[in-house]
């Protein structure tokens, strides 16, 4: 079964081919990003990434066709995120792919975005096995979940406020960084001093497996004002020192997770999953502990059209969705564990 998979819940717009037949796997992707177009305003425009996302949907996906060497008229169904992210952007990409399966009389398998990150990393040469622990971190979720299987999936833990990837964004805007800041904040982090700077470690022995980590970034911000004006080390230092502390409450905590489960597998996806420090602690941690670590290919931890249409092959081969091409709608708002 050959799977179209359309991304677009924020501001990258994702097109992919998945075919789900022998060796087939992922055929070809292409991938947009408004960083530059977003990055003059310091931050995503909705508007104006709705309407990019219009003028690159069409161009994209020519450019999968041409180097699957695949046709429209070969498309089996066609999978699409229907949130949660923004409004106008998801609408752009539902839109797209229902009108595009009406035409070629195909089915339509709406996908939940995280779903799509957590099950990113059986794209990679050393997949997972279900069932196991996933931390899923990104700009808008933190969250553990015990992953029994495709569309099975229970929450063990999840930010009570900013997530991880937020809590990123916002201190490297605190520390004067440009937009994109968790990528900008993580490259600093590299040149600080390693414990120089001391940081909370919310919830790190709170005996669940919660995050919270706005007062961490309440913590820099009084840090920040207390040094007044700062130079190019002092920031160096204490981007590394949020590093630090955000690291070891996300190893600690997904470790714990994997322990109470009785499992021996973690997978780790998400924007922030990508961060070099948090893999390179997470694997030392885990070794110890043999556990095994699983991480989608960098060019998959930011949202992306494969891990769609890869999210809807196997729920078509779990029977578990796939609908007539028509009437649609989209969920700014959408919890996993109510996505199957």
């Given at each position: 079964?050959?799977?179209?998979?359309?991304?677009?819940?924020?501001?990258?717009?994702?097109?992919?081919?998945?075919?789900?037949?022998?060796?087939?796997?992922?055929?070809?992707?292409?991938?947009?990003?408004?960083?530059?177009?977003?990055?003059?305003?310091?931050?995503?425009?909705?508007?104006?990434?709705?309407?990019?996302?219009?003028?690159?949907?069409?161009?994209?996906?020519?450019?999968?066709?041409?180097?699957?060497?695949?046709?429209?008229?070969?498309?089996?169904?066609?999978?699409?995120?229907?949130?949660?992210?923004?409004?106008?952007?998801?609408?752009?990409?539902?839109?797209?792919?229902?009108?595009?399966?009406?035409?070629?009389?195909?089915?339509?398998?709406?996908?939940?975005?995280?779903?799509?990150?957590?099950?990113?990393?059986?794209?990679?040469?050393?997949?997972?096995?279900?069932?196991?622990?996933?931390?899923?971190?990104?700009?808008?979720?933190?969250?553990?979940?015990?992953?029994?299987?495709?569309?099975?999936?229970?929450?063990?833990?999840?930010?009570?406020?900013?997530?991880?990837?937020?809590?990123?964004?916002?201190?490297?805007?605190?520390?004067?960084?440009?937009?994109?800041g968790g990528p900008a904040l993580a490259a600093l982090a590299d040149s600080g001093r390693p414990g120089r700077v001391k940081l909370p470690r919310p919830m790190l022995r709170s005996g669940d497996l919660d995050f919270s980590f706005s007062g961490l970034k309440t913590a820099v911000l009084t840090r920040v004002r207390e040094l007044g004006p700062l130079d190019d080390e002092q920031r160096a230092d204490i981007a590394c020192g949020f590093q630090e502390a955000i690291v070891e409450v996300l190893v600690s905590k997904a470790l714990r997770a994997v322990r109470a489960s009785g499992l021996r597998q973690l997978v780790v996806a998400g924007g922030v999953g990508a961060n070099r420090e948090l893999r390179r602690q997470l694997d030392a941690r885990a070794a110890r502990s043999r556990i095994d670590v699983f991480y989608p290919e960098f060019e998959f931890c930011t949202d992306n059209g494969a891990m769609i249409a890869l999210a809807g092959a196997l729920r078509l081969q779990a029977g578990l969705a796939g609908k007539a091409a028509g009437a649609f709608a989209v969920r700014p708002r959408w919890p996993l564990t109510g996505a199957r």
């Open positions: 079964m050959l799977v179209l998979g359309i991304e677009s819940s924020c501001d990258e717009t994702g097109v992919a081919l998945y075919d789900s037949a022998g060796d087939g796997g992922l055929l070809a992707h292409a991938l947009h990003s408004q960083v530059r177009m977003h990055a003059e305003y310091g931050g995503v425009v909705p508007e104006l990434a709705s309407r990019d996302h219009i003028g690159r949907l069409v161009p994209l996906l020519r450019q999968v066709l041409a180097a699957s060497g695949r046709s429209l008229a070969r498309i089996d169904a066609i999978a699409y995120t229907q949130g949660p992210g923004l409004a106008g952007a998801l609408l752009v990409g539902a839109a797209f792919a229902e009108a595009l399966a009406t035409a070629l009389a195909v089915p339509t398998v709406p996908v939940h975005h995280l779903e799509g990150h957590l099950l990113s990393p059986l794209l990679s040469a050393r997949p997972p096995r279900f069932p196991f622990v996933a931390l899923l971190v990104s700009g808008g979720h933190s969250q553990l979940m015990r992953v029994s299987g495709v569309g099975d999936y229970a929450l063990l833990g999840e930010t009570l406020d900013d997530a991880a990837g937020e809590a990123f964004d916002k201190t490297a805007k605190l520390l004067g960084l440009d937009y994109p």
